[in-house]
């Protein structure tokens, strides 16, 4: 079985080199991102493994099928990056759907924490010997009232988590889980209701037509002055522009983000010593009230270790014509 893994990073390498030993799988690492200029390098392998950042579109999907692959795997939940519907009848698609809902839900609660009570900067201050407290103030978690948007595995420990805090949960998902939100002592309500009184806004929903820019003028108008947005999800779930533009007038208090509308070029990528800038994500870097890091919420031990794990099963089952449950359907 021949592999062509793609967006390959040390980290991948090294944790998949340690799972496949189990699997005995041919696989090359290429450095390089997916997409329609470098799809022909995929000539004679059989499986394709992708990441968050790959292009897999209906052009590059059909460069694939001409070269013979026969399965794309995700090392990832989330497919929007992968043209399904056009895949459908020429080459199967399987995802890792539940690598650690708790690595990415406590990455979320630590961006809060760092952005409202300050930590970045106190850090900053205290290595230079300054330890006035002046510009450092927070405020209690406890009391306030946290919208959730979407309640999925991360959603649910976010939530979790968040009660622990003692807060008010408010949430909203296309297929609510009532009973959960009995057990945990939150309500689903609409998106206006979340938008209009939350103190804080979590985003943990997939990206679809009708999830982008779901965060935009309109919606942020509707919000709270001094409200706190997070995203660890997907970064075209807000409008990027009307995002900068809003921030300019002050009436959000705090911005983190781990995703960006445009994150493919600079993401988990060092642009230290590059002239390559965009201009809307230097902005946001500028700004005080935003904590901003490199799609790392996943970034954990146990979530790497999944993840290897999961998609090498995934291609095992595939290929011996057994059930996997994580094959993508359209």
Known sequence: ???????????????????????????????????????????????????????????????????????????????????????????????????????????????????????????????????????????DINGKTVGVIGTGKIGKVFIKIMKGFGTNVLAYDVYPDNEYAEQMGYKYTTLEDIYSNSDIISLHCPLTNETEHMININTMNMMKNGVYIINTSRGKLINTKDLVDVLKTGKIGGLALDVYEEESDYFQNDMSNSYLRDEELSVLISMPNVLITSHQAFFTQEALNNIAHETLENIKLIFLNEKCKNIIEY
């Open 1 to 139: 079985m021949k592999i062509a893994f793609f967006d390959t990073k040390p980290y991948d390498k090294e944790m998949f080199d340690k799972h496949n030993r189990c699997y005995g799988f041919e696989i090359n690492y290429f450095e390089t991102k997916l997409n329609v200029e470098t799809a022909l390098l995929t000539k004679g392998y059989e499986v394709v493994c992708v990441f968050v950042n790959d292009k897999v579109d209906s052009n590059t999907i059909d460069i694939l099928y001409e070269c013979g692959v026969k399965l794309i795997v995700l090392r990832c939940a989330g497919y929007n990056n992968v043209d399904i519907a056009y895949a459908k009848d020429k080459i199967l698609i399987a995802r890792v759907p539940e690598y650690s809902p708790y690595a990415v839900a406590e990455h979320a609660v630590a961006l809060i924490l760092g952005l409202n009570r300050k930590i970045y900067k106190a850090y900053q201050r205290v290595k230079k010997y300054n330890f006035t407290l002046n510009g450092l103030l927070g405020f």
